[in-house]
């Protein structure tokens, strides 16, 4: 039986092949679109659980409480992994490392500038990268080693054994590869290219092998030996900070490793999401455009019912059974829908490579993982089920005798379900197109807004090498001016788009014993303010004219307010107990979030602490002359190392990397999910075009226009259009309200994104239907007539 219905069906399909071709490609592109989109979130959600033991690790968070809120960071001091480990039991591994930062590392000739980690050996107990070459024993254990990932082995050894090799770190340390190890996914939150021992962080940094517990300085994962501990060792980790210092007003948690990327927004010590509200979003999208293509099947299907209810009344009068024919009728969908996933295969497969570029990321269709045949299978069986449930019931439903004798199929239920669907196809795609434009609105926004300095002017050049200290400084300055590719040049301790380097050890006249404020703590070169672009609201900058500036400070508009100083200009403020006298009031600018607003700074001519050299260029002179001569600048003064040269306005975009990420896959998903909404329109248009056309015959015969025609068919479908927009309105409003409100600066609501969504969902519904509308408007009157 089943041989036969399957014979049968495949005849249908055959004999229709437009139907076929519309309804396989409707499905094959909500296939492909729910599939990418849930690929996507399979790889978000696959960050960090390549480990084997993933479920049992956890990073440790800093949650330190001030009067108004509570900051969380996963920043901890370097004796938290030894006080772990030696006070808290269950513990299996514990580790503290650096967070990745880029250095040099070279091989003779060969030198690249890549993301290295510092870390104790229990860092490879946690995280157990496979080792390809070399042994696990022992490793970051000798000061003067090296960890390799393939690679960076490949680029520094080609194909030669790396093991017990001898590489440079930036050109001082001498150091032994003692193993290499696979390439880290990118769906890790820690990337990095080399590992080396902590003790060599140490030798470098002697500071740090001082036990401070006010020094948030490493990161530091915890391992336990069962999940099942996790709430007495969180319990017990929790007063870590008060249990070493007095009056501490940190504590600490342990937030699981598997939710570090996706929970990583902390709001008064609490996780309260990050990613994963993106995600939520994606994967409501993902299932909403199958659904849309599987609307479009049920409405195309009950469209032809005039042409399929004399086959269901002859197969009934032979005595098949409602049942026998739902059967059908449902492997006929099951059968289109496979048919469709072959597509929407091919469709992945080449959307793929270019979704991939967009988003940089890797996501790959792993043809031997069964659980994706699995969820494949049942994904093309679901939509064949759903896409083929109404017609089914409904086409079965026929009588055979009134079917035989020219009954007509256009009930009004049925009508009523079939706009019921477009109403809410439309409503979806509305939705869509309001919460696009207003995603671009509020990017647009927050890019146009003044930031405080000339980010389109600046270059930054990280110092390293021979670039660093107080005479080089000076002499690189003053070349750079000499060659006119820039204006001004001064140095700044971090990037400028860089957050972290803050403190509460700020004191000042009249503060608050009870106050705890988060100062943003910079140090700077003199004409810092100039060379930005930006202001100075009251006093000076740095200067080389006055020898004192060592014991002077500026601050931003936004200490000024923390602090209430009405004329702040020779005041003097306490900086981790050192004194330092305030000469100048600079402008707010943004460096962390430019959705927030700036936090509290200070700004000390400490130029040993200095780490990037900022450069304006020279506005009269062509932007690739200026870099080829600041480049030759800084190989002449350190040709051992790459210049390294960025634009502080391309640092500056990548701040909007989710947002543009939620704006490009809303517009293409949403742009898909409105083609498919068109096909289902055009499905009730063939329906109601169908059961009409003798009506429009008469009105023709009686003198009717094409025009008069249009009109009364796009009629009824404005009308649909109209409801879906009104019901989509307070939809999409409670939407963006809901995603705004997490932006201090937002674009806030207007009428334009509604007001395009409305005008552009009825210009699609329009030139949709007319499609089928002009072809039944010319159509000759006697061709619908001649059988009356």
């Given amino acids: 039986m089943f041989k036969l219905d399957l014979k049968i069906a495949l005849r249908s399909l055959w004999k229709n092949k437009g139907y076929t071709l519309i309804n396989v490609g409707g499905l094959a592109i909500g296939l492909a679109s729910c599939m990418i989109l849930l690929l996507y979130v399979a790889y978000e959600w696959s960050y960090d659980r390549q480990f084997t033991n993933f479920d049992k690790t956890y990073v440790v968070y800093n949650n330190v409480k001030t009067n108004t809120k509570t900051f969380s960071w996963a920043w901890t001091p370097n004796a938290m992994a030894d006080e772990v480990r030696s006070k808290i039991p269950g513990v299996a591994y514990v580790s503290h490392s650096s967070y990745p930062q880029e250095q040099v590392i070279s091989n003779e000739e060969k030198s690249f500038k890549k993301k290295a980690v510092y870390a104790d050996p229990s860092f490879l107990k946690i995280f157990d990268y496979k080792i390809i070459k070399g042994s696990s024993n022992g490793v970051l254990t000798n000061i003067n080693s090296v ?119 902390f709001e008064n010590g609490k996780s309260v999401g990050g990613k994963i509200d993106q995600l939520r979003i994606f994967l409501i999208l993902a299932f909403c455009i199958l659904l849309i293509a599987c609307v479009n099947f049920m409405n195309l299907s009950t469209a032809r019912s005039e042409k399929r209810a004399k086959e269901v009344g002859v197969r009934k009068a032979i005595g098949s059974s409602r049942g026998a024919l739902i059967g059908q009728f449902m492997i006929e969908s099951i059968l289109l829908s496979f048919m469709a996933m072959l597509v929407a295969f091919t469709l992945m497969e080449i959307s793929l490579p270019y979704f991939n570029s967009l988003l940089g990321i890797e996501l790959v269709i792993n043809y031997e993982n069964w659980i994706f045949w699995a969820v494949l299978a049942g994904l093309t069986t679901f939509t064949g089920f759903i896409a083929g449930s109404y017609p089914a019931f409904y086409l079965s439903s026929f009588e055979p005798i009134k079917v035989l004798k020219g009954f007509s199929t256009a009930g009004s239920s049925s009508l009523s379900v079939r706009k019921v669907l477009v109403v809410f196809q439309f409503v979806f795609a509305a939705c869509l197109i309001i919460c696009t434009v207003v995603i671009y609105q509020q990017l647009n926004f927050i890019k146009n807004k003044p930031v405080g300095y000339n980010k389109a002017g600046l270059v930054q050049i990280p110092i390293q090498g021979n670039l660093a200290g107080k005479e080089k400084l000076a002499l690189l300055k003053e070349r750079l001016i ?81 602090m209430g100083f009405k004329n702040p200009i020779g005041k003097t403020i306490k900086v981790m107990g050192n004194p330092y006298t305030i000469i100048g009031v600079m402008k707010d600018f943004v460096m962390e979030s430019p959705y927030k607003t700036a936090a509290p700074m200070y700004i000390t001519n400490n ?158 519904a329009i030139l949709t239907v007319s499609v089928q509308s002009v072809k039944v408007a010319k159509a000759a009157p006697i061709d619908s007539l001649k059988h009356e």
């Avoid at 194909?159 to 032994?176: A, F, S």
């Avoid at 099942?228 to 490793?257: E, G, M, V």
């Avoid at 704006?663 to 999910?673: H, M, R």
């Avoid at 019901?727 to 009428?751: C, D």
Wanted: glycine share 4%; with cysteine; hydrophobic share 45%.
């Fill in 147 to 265: 960890i390799l990932t393939e690679t960076m082995a490949r680029n520094l050894f080609g194909n030669e054994d790396p093991i017990n090799k001898m590489v440079k770190l930036q050109n001082t340390e001498v150091l032994k590869v003692e193993a290499v190890i696979e390439d880290v996914p990118k769906n890790s939150s820690i990337q990095l290219d080399y590992l080396m021992p902590w003790a060599l962080f140490i030798k470098q940094n002697p500071w740090a092998k001082k036990t401070n517990w006010g020094n948030n300085m490493c990161l530091t994962v915890v391992q336990l030996q069962q999940s099942k501990l996790f709430d007495q060792a969180n319990n017990q980790i929790r007063d870590i900070y008060l249990r070493n210092i007095k009056d501490a007003t940190s504590k600490a948690l342990l937030h699981p490793l598997a939710k570090w990327h996706l929970y990583d927004n």
């Fill in 482 to 562: 000499k060659t006119g590719a820039v204006t001004q040049v001064t140095f700044f301790s971090t990037s400028l788009n860089m957050s972290g380097n803050n403190t509460f050890s700020v004191e000042w006249q009249g503060k608050n014993p009870k106050e705890d404020v988060l100062f943003n703590n910079r140090s700077a070169g003199e004409d810092f303010a100039k060379t930005m672009g930006s202001g100075m609201v009251a006093g000076r900058e740095f200067s080389s004219r006055f020898t004192a500036d060592s014991t002077n400070i500026v601050i931003n508009e936004a200490a000024v307010k923390v």
């Fill in 607 to 764: 130029v040993e602490n200095v780490a990037y050299i900022i450069a304006s260029l020279n506005p009269a002179q062509n932007i690739s002359t200026s870099s080829a001569q600041i480049d030759d600048v800084i190989k002449a003064l350190n040709p051992n190392f790459p210049v390294d040269r960025t634009f502080a306005n391309d640092n500056f975009e990548q701040k909007f990397q989710d947002e543009r990420l939620l704006g490009i896959l809303s517009n293409w998903f949403g742009g898909f999910a409105i083609f498919i909404s068109c096909l289902g329109l055009l499905g009730l248009a063939l329906f109601m075009a169908e059961q009409r056309k003798k009506e429009i015959s008469v009105r023709k015969v009686l003198g009717a226009s094409t025009l008069n025609i249009l009109t009364l068919l796009n009629k009824d479908f404005i009308k649909l259009v109209a409801i879906a927009n009104l019901v989509a309105f307070p939809l999409a409003y409670i939407i963006i309200t809901k995603w705004l409100s997490a932006f201090e600066f937002n674009v806030g609501i207007t009428l334009l994104p509604f007001a395009i969504a409305t005008g552009l969902s009825l210009i699609i």
